[in-house]
């Protein structure tokens, strides 16, 4: 299952506080969404499973794909580089950087929920903008490379990050 898909489920239909719920339910069936085509001046890493991932140990993860490269370093942090996928987390006082083939023009950080904040605040560069939880930076003059220097907002739990290319 992903985010999009319908999903159809029978159970008892009650309520609670006047909000109806559902109890006892069982998975009937599901209709995959439509994969999405992405466009020619964007490209995504995914970290929905380890697939992309091309290194890790307790001090450094590598991901790599489409031709991005996430680098994510312990740097400062007192928690190690944890084996976490859907989504792939970033501990308080890491170093992240993205690096790409072509120049970038803007990064989106799908976060998970309540995670945004976090990134928002450790983001010392680049125009910063917050969509529930998608974090964005936009260049005014485009970048081959970005570095998050130290997450100081807190832990970051991310879905993918998308890049922008600049024309």
């Not at 995914?46 to 091309?54: G, K, L, P």
């Not at 680098?71 to 007192?78: D, L, P």
């Not at 976090?118 to 970005?146: C, E, W």
Request: glycine residues 6%; aromatic residues 8%; negative net charge.
């Amino acid at each position: 299952l992903k985010e999009g898909d319908t999903l159809t489920i029978r159970g008892k239909r009650t309520s609670y506080n006047d909000a109806p719920q559902m109890g006892s339910g069982v998975y009937v069936s599901h209709v995959s969404a439509p994969e999405q085509e992405q466009p020619e001046n964007e490209a995504t890493l995914s970290f929905a499973d380890a697939n992309n991932r091309v290194s890790w140990d307790t001090s450094k993860q590598v991901w790599k794909a489409n031709g991005i490269t996430l680098t994510n370093n312990k740097g400062a942090s007192t928690s190690n580089v944890a084996d976490y996928v859907a989504p792939a987390r970033f501990y308080k006082s890491s170093e992240l950087i993205v690096e790409c083939d072509h120049a970038i023009s803007k990064i989106d950080f799908a976060c998970n929920s309540g995670y945004a904040t976090a990134l928002k605040d450790s983001i010392t560069s680049g125009n910063v903008t917050v969509d529930g939880s998608t974090v964005t930076v936009t260049f005014s003059t485009p970048v081959s490379s970005y570095t998050i220097n130290s997450l100081t907002g807190g832990q970051v739990r991310m879905n993918s990050l998308t890049v922008t290319y600049a024309e």
